[in-house]
């Protein structure tokens, strides 16, 4: 069974330009969340999808942030003209979701700097 | 806003168990208590889940208090591999519309030899 998979792991973008990441969730979980951990803070809610609908955003998610799912499988979380404030681990989650589960496993992030 | 208080930090020794509190005393009937912890540069890592009723695996014991307004997570023989955050988060019932995770900053558990 492999985790969550997310890449690049590592990004360094400059200021204003477009960076996109990828997640690969767990095989058959029908829902993806994005989250975003800035230093010293625990991870914060982006959005999230259940198959591929997206179905939550939060107010964090400015209009430079897009996130896409497909088809279902693997998704995409693209920011636009960078800012500093921008810079953090954005982590991404799946889970498998019935009526009596619902536990996201985590990836293990993509570390985004900005300069 | 997270809707659970943990002290900042602890630490124990190796071999020995690490009792991990944490107050959510606005919790509804229909809300969980989850356990993450996030080892340094990782991803957070699932540990339990409980609703009401004590829970055990192979990484940790979960005790939640008969009013469901605190619990404690237990490692029972920690290693130093455990130093990590422990993040202690409550949740809408599985199956859920609003399954997001809120976490608040978590308790530094610090294992030393």
């Known amino acids: 069974d492999t985790g969550v998979s997310q890449d690049p792991r590592h990004k360094i973008t400059k200021r204003g330009q477009n960076v996109t990441f990828r997640c690969d969730p767990i095989s058959e979980h029908n829902r993806l969340y994005w989250y975003r951990q800035t230093l010293g803070q625990g991870p914060e809610f982006l959005t999230y999808?259940?198959?591929?609908?997206?179905?939550?955003k939060s107010r964090l998610l400015s209009d430079r942030f897009s996130a896409e799912r497909p088809k279902g499988s693997f998704s995409t979380l693209e920011i636009q003209r960078t800012e500093q404030g921008d810079s953090a681990m954005y982590l991404c989650a799946s889970s498998r979701n019935t009526q009596t589960t619902d536990t996201q496993y985590f990836g293990p992030g993509t570390r985004l700097t900005v300069l | 806003d997270a809707k659970t208080t943990q002290p900042p930090s602890m630490d124990c020794a190796e071999g020995r168990a690490a009792n991990l509190p944490c107050n959510h005393s606005t919790i509804s009937g229909n809300e969980y208590v989850y356990w993450y912890r996030q080892i340094h540069s990782q991803g957070p890592q699932y540990i339990i889940h409980g609703l009401k009723n004590n829970e055990t695996n192979e990484m940790a014991s979960l005790i939640i208090t008969e009013d469901r307004k605190s619990s404690t997570l237990i490692l029972p023989h920690a290693t130093l591999r455990d130093t990590a955050v422990y993040y202690c988060i409550v949740r809408v019932a599985e199956g859920g519309a609003n399954s997001k995770l809120t976490f608040g900053k978590g308790i530094t558990l610090s294992v030393r030899p």
């Open positions: 999808f259940q198959n591929e609908a997206q179905l939550e």
